[in-house]
């Protein structure tokens, strides 16, 4: 595996210098982020983020993520100058060194938590889900804030229930043959460029507000590896993701797409299941649902060789800044993950 860890750029808390710091560290995960949805990023800008990794001893050769512009997964008119700007993309990230692009295909809202700093029994906050909090909101009908954690704050109320109306409209299967519809545009681009399409999982792995959502379980996902079957269309494997659902079995999908060669990043995350949702929770198995130990020996068995980095962490020990991605309980989450790779490695030979 190629252990990395996510950083924000120049404006995060957590430098560069801290990252290389952490044992076994390699990879830096991170993207341009001035730049809006749908546009071309320039060649500068890559390559300064591609400076400013190297200079510090890590490798840039995986990006997290270049955004899906919702023209495209609503298939309206205008998504054809949105793919070829992504395809344009691809090839400037593959021309710098990028070999894995991590993305989403999640309508509206890229991730939903109902609150970034639920106090734990250790005294640490994270990120929760609690299913009667979303029932309090709707975006079709509530005059107040609709302010639920990562939704896209550059929509007004009025510009977010317009584009929730859209939505409502569709059905599953519209939006998964505007997702081939994507995925025979770009997947030869990348496949000529060499670089792996990684597919984030929808967080969590269900419908919110009845807007359709697909890429949330081992069925949807076999459907998904086969609307283009090549190797460069694949999998970030996000065991928070997939592990908030007690439906899906995690180890198991993991050897699977694992096996098949198709995982090509990994987001390893620890969660509660709850009667009414989730609480993201430390790395270690005991602390949550997931069996990391499990998920990373099936990893390791089939075969997998691409990136993994610790997913949001709690805040710990009185680290401020960006909720999940602090520091302290990243660093740890990474330790915890190496060992349990180099116990497996051992193990297995």
Known sequence: MKLSFRWYGDDDAVTLQNIRQIPGMRSIVTAVYDVPVGEIWSDESILKLKADVEKNGLVFDVIESVPVHEDIKLGL???????ENYCENIRRLAKA????????????????????????????????????QV??????ESDSDLTLPGWDSSYTREEL?????????????DLWNNLQYFL??????????????????????????????????????????????????????????????????????????????????????????????FEERAHLSSCGSLD????????HNNGFTGYIRPD???????????????????????????????AIDKMSN
């Open 184 to 277: 025979e545009k770009i997947i030869p681009v990348a496949s000529a460029c060499d670089v792996n399409m990684a597919i984030h999982q929808d967080d969590p792995c269900w419908s919110i507000f009845g807007i359709p959502r697909i890429i949330t379980s081992e069925k949807n996902l076999d459907r998904f590896l086969k609307l283009v079957d090549d190797t460069h269309n694949g999998l970030a494997f996000c065991t928070g993701s997939l592990g908030c659902s007690a439906n899906n079995d995690v180890v198991k999908m993991a050897g699977k797409y694992a096996a098949m060669g198709r995982i090509h990043f990994v987001h390893a995350r620890n969660v509660a299941v709850l009667d009414n949702g």
């Open 77 to 83: 008119d205008t998504r054809d100058k949105y793919i």
């Open 161 to 173: 229930k317009a584009v929730v109306a859209k939505y409502n409209t569709m059905t599953e299967d």
């Open 292 to 299: 990391m130990f499990a998920i990373l020996k099936e990893l």
């Open 97 to 132: 060194g990028i070999k894995c692009i991590c993305y989403n295909f999640m309508p509206v809202f890229d991730w939903t938590r109902t609150q970034l700093d639920h106090v734990l029994e250790d005294g640490s906050t994270s990120l929760v889900y609690y299913q009667e």
């Open 135 to 140: 029932d309090a909101v709707n975006p079709l």
């Open 312 to 342: 949001h962490g709690r805040m710990i020990w009185g680290e401020t800044g960006r909720a999940g991605y602090g520091l302290y309980d990243r660093a740890l989450g990474a330790t915890y993950l190496n060992g349990l790779w180099e």
